[in-house]
């Protein structure tokens, strides 16, 4: 009886423990000069499929000076652009790819997924399927600031974003 009390007592514990590590892994950031690269992720891939994108919370520039995401790369995908996503006169999504993207000094560009008009980094030729939980890491390049290495987590979409998620 003891037995069985502690060892049930050990499950709650590691399930507490379990849960305090998913609060901490949801959130996670990256510090390069003034920039600050919130929380990057990627939508899990399906077989075959050739393209994915990779999102940010955010990037904030807390410094004085505007600076520019001038590109990226990752050893997951052969090509990795900068790409905007916006809605033309009929409604229909475009995406554009980018030479540059401005982080304005004292603001925060927001890189989420499921928004009608935003930014991602596009990953042409993926070389593996992105599964869910899986990480893997991109570099940055900013004008000013220079390289990071930043942690991409996998994640399944929230329903509401999922119908948002593009292809092209
Ligand atoms: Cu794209």
């Not at 033309?88 to 304005?104: F, G, Q, T, W």
């Amino acid at each position: 009886m003891t037995k069985f009390f502690h060892r049930h007592l050990t499950t709650l514990c590691l399930a507490v423990l379990g849960s305090l590590m998913t609060l901490a892994v949801n959130a996670h950031g990256f510090d390069v000069g003034d920039l600050f690269v919130r929380h990057p992720y990627a939508s899990p891939s399906l077989e075959g499929v050739k393209n994915g994108a990779v999102y940010f919370k955010g990037i904030k520039n807390n410094g004085k000076t505007a600076d520019q995401l001038i590109g990226a790369r990752t050893d997951v995908a052969q090509t990795v652009q900068l790409h905007e996503m916006r809605m033309d006169s009929n409604n229909v999504m475009r995406m554009k790819e980018l030479a540059a993207v401005d982080i304005p000094a004292g603001s925060e560009v927001v890189f989420v997924r499921g928004q009608p008009e935003g930014y991602h980094v596009m990953l042409l030729g993926l070389k593996q399927v992105l599964k869910d939980g899986d990480r893997f890491p991109l570099w940055l390049t900013f004008k000013h600031a220079g390289e990071v290495k930043v942690e991409v987590y996998v994640q399944t979409a929230k329903a509401a974003a999922q119908a948002e998620e593009h292809k092209h």
